[in-house]
């Protein structure tokens, strides 16, 4: 081949690979379900990045629950997840449950006042001061002594809270954490349970097992070369199964069949059909489905949370500040800055839904304030229309926006404040 001709082949051939290469346009309207949104916001919203949890959708979440965690199961909700009075009463009633899992002190006596009839899990082990708070600050009927668990993980801290009973002058219900495989802390060994069963045995005045609570999302989370799944969940169950083999060999009066036995989370509560020692499941993000939750023991679930903000600037192509040369390139290589918009507010821990195919421009950065949004021709999207995101994981970013909005046939139906 002559030198001439195999420049121009070259040529070609790297021309071909970067249009290969090159990103395709990808923007699309809004479908009918966000055209309905944000007509509604733009009639009856806040004008503002607001939250919507859509209830028909939350309906259905629920009920895929409710039709896994069944009689003589409980249906456990995390509070954490759900962090709205209204939003919890709501799926407390749908789904018949009075059990609350907590995380967070403020949040535990929120619970206690606004459930006086509710049964209380705290989900992780508490500095001993935030229970000594929790019992300053109770307010109501909730009468923690028969309603409340305390989740401890090690002997030290059960003789924390041994004395903390103690200078309370009650008796503290006392659930044991335990390392089911996720070695996120919790009891690992028989010697440690024996001795910490042994010292709730020994105080009754002060002290009362309540039961066990072994949490288990390495089983869906871990990549194949760990094991399968089915390997993973039977290792961990097999653990569960031998620390209550223990304490019901050794320490039969701490036994009874109404011990909490709490299992599973979000990405797990599936697997839970298949065995029938836990008798206490907590879910709380499956029912919004933020999208860390896209994977395939929740494929029954639909996204239910949504945040919706106004679109305040369309600026027309993408323009870096002062960079004109970067930002000609970059137009004529990447057709999805064929637009850019800001919007109020912004670097959520989200990702954007609709329309689809929008994206921030990495080079212009992030901004709380007024984020940049780009887009192939074709979004359809015109200043004080609606960019909706869904959260990334609910317990924070539900947090950020005051009242959750309550939607139901497309219409904004009620405003529900959120825990403090
Ligand atoms: C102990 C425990 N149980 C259950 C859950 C599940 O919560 P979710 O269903 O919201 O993922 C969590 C989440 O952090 C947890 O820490």
């Not at 109501?140 to 401890?152: E, I, K, N, Y």
Request: hydrophobic share 40%; glycine share 6%; charged share 25%.
């Amino acid at each position: 081949m002559k030198r001439r001709h195999f420049v121009i082949g070259a040529a070609a051939l790297g021309a071909g690979a970067a249009l290969a290469l090159r990103p395709r346009a990808e923007a699309q309207p809004y479908d009918d379900y966000f055209r309905a949104l944000n007509d509604e916001l733009r009639r009856n919203g806040p004008a503002r990045p607001c939250l919507l949890i859509d209830l028909d959708r939350l309906d259905r979440n629920i009920d895929a629950v409710m039709a896994s965690v069944r009689a003589p199961r409980h249906y456990r909700v995390v509070e954490k997840s759900l962090p709205s009075p209204k939003l919890l009463d709501y799926v407390m009633r749908k789904a018949g449950t009075k059990r609350l899992m907590s995380f967070h002190q403020p949040f535990a006596n929120a619970d206690a006042r606004l459930f006086p009839d509710g049964d209380i899990l705290i989900g992780k082990p508490l500095p001993v001061r935030a229970a000594e708070r929790f019992y300053r600050e109770l307010q109501g009927s909730f009468d923690p002594s028969r309603q409340m668990q305390w989740l401890v993980d090690t002997p030290e801290r059960l003789q924390q809270y041994l004395e903390l009973a103690q200078g309370l002058g009650t008796r503290l219900r006392i659930n044991i954490e335990i390392d089911v495989g996720l070695h996120r802390g919790g009891v690992a060994d028989d010697e440690t349970l024996s001795q910490m069963l042994a010292l709730i045995q020994a105080q009754p005045q002060q002290l009362e097992f309540s039961g066990f609570m072994g949490y288990d999302p390495h089983v869906t989370a871990l990549p194949r070369f760990a094991g399968s799944r089915d390997a993973l969940f039977a290792s961990a169950m097999q653990a569960y199964e031998s620390r209550v083999a223990l304490l019901r060999s050794q320490y039969p009066q701490l036994w009874n069949e109404k011990l909490t036995l709490n299992a599973a989370g979000s990405p797990t509560y599936k697997l839970h059909e298949r065995e029938n020692l836990s008798n206490d499941i907590s879910v709380g993000s499956a029912l919004l489905k933020p999208t860390h939750f896209d994977i395939d023991t929740l494929a029954a679930h639909v996204p239910a949370a949504f945040i919706a903000t106004p679109v305040l600037k369309a600026v027309g192509p993408l323009r870096l500040p002062e960079l004109d040369g970067l930002s000609r390139l970059a137009r004529a290589w990447d057709p999805n800055t064929r637009e850019m918009f800001f919007v109020y507010g912004g670097n959520w821990m989200a990702d954007y839904e609709s329309p689809q195919g929008l994206r921030r421009n990495s080079l212009y950065g992030k901004s709380s304030n007024q984020e940049n949004v780009t887009a192939s021709a074709g979004s359809g999207l015109a200043v004080d229309d609606h960019v909706f995101l869904r959260p990334q994981q609910s317990e924070a970013v539900l947090l950020e926006f005051g009242d959750l909005l309550a939607v139901r046939g497309g219409r904004i139906v009620e405003q529900w404040p959120v825990l403090a």
